[in-house]
């Protein structure tokens, strides 16, 4: 994998030594929309985006993985191993579907039976533990569970379920409006419809309860995205869609794990964002927004942005190594260093 030199920023805290910020561009092999990325380990990252394309980064090599449902849209990706992942694919009923690759080989375990569903994102506890969370389409969130790695996925009862507000969903813009956390929690962010809500769990889904947020609303505004460094302290993005050219109130952090909201002071980017990565590297919490009109980073818990570029960026990626990447339009693929 060749890196090109894109750009360096140093970025002043109060509190702690100042962190660079590196990102080099990296060739994909791939012209499509990258929008879901999982790093499995310093030499091994999966991605997925449009028209069912499928990248697989390892040792420096970037390799397109053929799949033959050509035409779907894969916007979220659960790694097991080099030759192992679950892809998620969106749409209107049987459109989302939950595929599996593994030795080389490609499968079907789950298709959505509901004709007015449509699946958003997936995330998993451990290899075996794991929840999608889809729109709601009977007056009731439509989460799905697996407890064998994917091989068999069933419903969550609605009993077990706060009930949805109407036309509430998900945004599926970078599978990231899903994290789970052990020991056995997850949270959801929702949207559409006038609703902005997390779905939170502590007990591996068997119980949920409702946490408010003061996002932005609209028929086309919520949360798309969140990250949570751990059980308190998160970070939850997003925006009204159809405000492409100006600031609004979308980016809100936590420090109790949802109990209150503080406001981010406005970033750079205009417009919504898409994909939120939140992560303490060398004592400093780091985060990291992208959305299509460009990324931009904070050290500071939001008090102040820097711009990482203006490209069209849909998932953001990064670890406490401070490692990580950002992926969008045209195949593009950006490593990123923080040091």
Request: hydrophobic share 35%.
């Amino acid at each position: 994998m060749k890196y090109l030199p894109v750009l360096i920023l140093f970025l002043a805290c109060s509190c702690t030594a100042e962190l660079s910020f590196e990102i080099h561009n990296v060739q994909s092999n791939t012209e499509e929309l990258l929008i879901a990325s999982d790093r499995l380990s310093p030499d091994l990252t999966w991605a997925t985006g449009t028209n069912s394309s499928v990248v697989r980064i390892q040792d420096g090599i970037s390799t397109t993985i053929p799949c033959p449902h050509d035409s779907l849209q894969l916007r979220d990706v659960h790694a097991f191993s080099s030759d192992h992942i679950l892809a998620l694919s969106i749409g209107p009923g049987s459109a989302s579907k939950v595929l599996r690759y593994k030795d080389n080989e490609w499968s079907i375990p789950y298709t959505l039976e509901y004709e007015g569903g449509f699946l958003d994102c997936m995330d998993f506890w451990d290899d075996q533990h794991g929840i999608v969370y889809g729109d709601s389409f009977d007056g009731w969130p439509c989460i799905l569970q697996t407890e064998d790695a994917g091989e068999t996925w069933t419903r969550i009862g609605t009993t077990r379920l706060p009930k949805a507000g109407k036309g509430e969903g998900g945004f599926a813009s970078s599978g990231t409006c899903l994290k789970t956390k052990s020991p056995g929690i997850a949270w959801i962010g929702t949207g559409a419809g006038g609703n902005a809500r997390l779905l939170y769990t502590k007990d591996h889904g068997k119980a949920w309860e409702v946490i408010e947020t003061p996002m932005i609303k609209g028929e086309a505004a919520g949360i798309t995205s969140l990250d949570f460094i751990d059980s308190y302290r998160g970070v939850i993005v997003g925006g009204d869609l159809q405000i492409t050219d100006a600031h609004t109130q979308n980016i809100f952090l936590t420090e109790d794990g949802g109990e209150s909201w503080q406001a981010a002071n406005p970033p750079h980017t205009l417009g919504a964002f898409y994909c939120v990565a939140y992560e303490e590297i060398q004592g400093t919490e780091v985060i990291v927004i992208c959305g299509p009109n460009g990324a931009d980073v904070s050290q500071d818990k939001g008090a102040t942005w820097a711009n990482l570029t203006t490209q069209d960026l849909w998932r953001c990626e990064l670890d406490a190594d401070g490692e990580g990447w950002l992926m969008g339009r045209d195949g593009s693929l950006l490593a990123l260093q923080v040091k």
